[in-house]
């Protein structure tokens, strides 16, 4: 057992929160978000290029650095220090995933494509009847000669307005909430009868409503194999839970961190209010959510590489840590800055804000409990 | 990062596992099964054996008698330990005075004491508490003055009274901590003393809990007389061994592996016991959400406590991080017995005490559930409650 940091991790580690304490400050983000593009493709070209963070996490004979989960990790908690807005998530965790996993044709230029910081992915997954369930899918993917046509519509595309290329889930046969039938494919935004509405979310990133209406795919578009995606969904999914929990642990960190921080100059009654044991109090409970939450991820992250049904248990066990710890901490930050922390000029209210869109981020706490009693306990009565 | 046990970790947990289960008194196992009250030798027993083995002080050092072990050959030592229900080994001597010992007694004070610990030949307890002072420890008021003796030595006569004594009944010498300068500022009176239980004036009393056991008691000291190289480190500054001992016993203090043990059984037990609708109460909704919020909760502890090992092993000491894992580590275990007497619905109610076993009243699972339960109310109390806990973190880890 080993839960030390290699000394390319460290290195890793220390890039990724140079460059974005030089270049990522709250006010420098607020600004970005407040106007066109929304987002800072300088950034993202910064990431390739000067940082070669990109390929961090992708083999050496593709053009990468030979890491894997632990980079991830190590990037997105830095990112989430930041509240950075740009797709790793979406591009290097889920389209690198499926690129690595499904090792669809082309996917070896695709990745090299990550790297250097053209190609970007959305994950469209999640449809507005659909919930949480990743299987109920109304989207489907009619086999058209040697391809398919696309028809339908996903909710809430995370990272679709700044994305090249979509990952979407189809049914190719079953119905609607079978497991069987579930295919992926991979599709260029720019691709005929693919449209779009782009709008902010309230954590400042920006989504879309994907629509799709007879888009013709090459069968070269699909990822694994036909009808048999979802272990495969599954398994890049729980790779984006990991990454996500690392992220709220950046998030978190900074909650709690800038919390001890202000109560520490705010004076009340003659006294800074962190001589309060009421408040010393929550704020080590704090403190504990969040040394759980590292806790679970690294637990996520190192089982990542176990068999299917290890791996999915541990990745519900951690998002219901974080799920949970995103809750009490950024609530009681807020708490905690009195009517400060409900402004919408400091930082510690945009951490609340992305800390609760990460409670419902590829399933919301409840869904992850069920998901774990059903992997742990067996089926309920 | 990894979780790997390399072949040797794995060569390790088959020889523990091996050891216990050809070594561990079938009396003692059988007691355990029957839920009847251990005796001092009962307790004893199993420390003497692991002391022939070598294995009875894992965490010391090597010199002293330690194994050496790794984090992971330890965590492995505490799995097996769970897997097989062994009693734990009494940590008043082996945990609680050692590392004092080692680190603040002289050459002559460990020679002297630590091989009886070592062995299981000397049972300690611990005179820490007094009715005045609880989480308030620094305000205890035991005093020691010290006189020449008639044969010309140097004593401490010690007059007070101790609480909270564990097991103190059966102690054959005790760890005080007794006030020699009144006139100091509270932690800088405070002298650590080793007192024979055998020494006259010392009266032990019961007190019983909750659950109708004898685990705790008063200890009265009348005019006790200590010789003066009974002390340990200097006088005035037992305040420092205090703190150092409380951070020890604080690490230990999460059982994680006893808890995974613990739930193990709850589910066993969830599974034949029945819910209103007939079917395993396990898979009740209900009373499952409340198992695996548990159970994922008990996982953020486990890793907590093995990164917590980790940087121990880098060299850096139970620090006031220990702290997480009495707060968590207390919480669960209390959520466990909580749990367990829930899903023994009406049995959790008769009080058999040591006759319980195949009465016939209820099943054996369900015997001492209760007293379990109401025992266990102590865990987040003692050690420093965990509200003392918080502000450990508070002042030491947050700087607030």
Redesign the interface.
Known sequence: ?????TEEQSMLRDTVASYLADNYGFDQRRAALGREPFWRPDVWSAFADELGILGAAFPEALGGLGGGY?ENMVVMEELGKALVVEPYLGTVVIGGGFLKHGAPAGAEEMIGQIIAGKAIFAFAYAEPQGRYNIRDLKTTARKDGAGYVLNGHKAVVVGAPYATHLVVTARTGGGQRDAGGVSVFIVPKSAKGVTTRDYPTVDGFRASEVYFENVVLGAEARVGGEGEALPLVEKVMDEAIAATCAEACGVLRRLQEGT?EY??QRKQFGVPI??F?VL??R???M??QL??????T??A???LSDSDAERAKAAS?AK??IGKACKFVGQNAVQLHGGMGVTDEMAIGHYFKRATMIEGLFGSTDHH?AR??AL?????? | MNLDFSPEDNAFRLEVRTFIAENYPRALREKQERDETLSKEDYLSWHRILAQKGWAVPSWPVELGGTGWTPTQKYIWSEEQARADTIGILPFGVSMLAPVLYTFGTEEQKQRFLPGVRDGLVWWCQGYSEPGSGSDLASLKTRAERVTGDDGKEYYIVNGQKTWTTLGQHADWGFFLVRTDPDAKPQSGISFLLIDMKTPGISVRRITTLEGGHEVNDVFLDNVKVPVENRIFHENQGWTCAKALLAHERSGIAGVARSKRGLERLRQMASTELSDAGGALIEDAFFRRKVAELEIDLTALEFTELRTLAGESSGKGPGPESSILKIKGTEIQQRLQELALEAAGHYGAPFLGDAGHNSGIGPNHALGLAGDYFNGRKTSIYGGSNEIQRNIISKMVLGL
């Open positions: 057992m080993d839960f030390s940091f632990t001890v109560t520490k962190s001589s044991q010393q109090h704020m080590v409970d403190f504990i040394e759980q939450s590292i806790s679970m690294y637990m992250t190192i089982r066990a219901v840590q409990l774990y009693e742990s306990l067996g089926a309920a009565a």
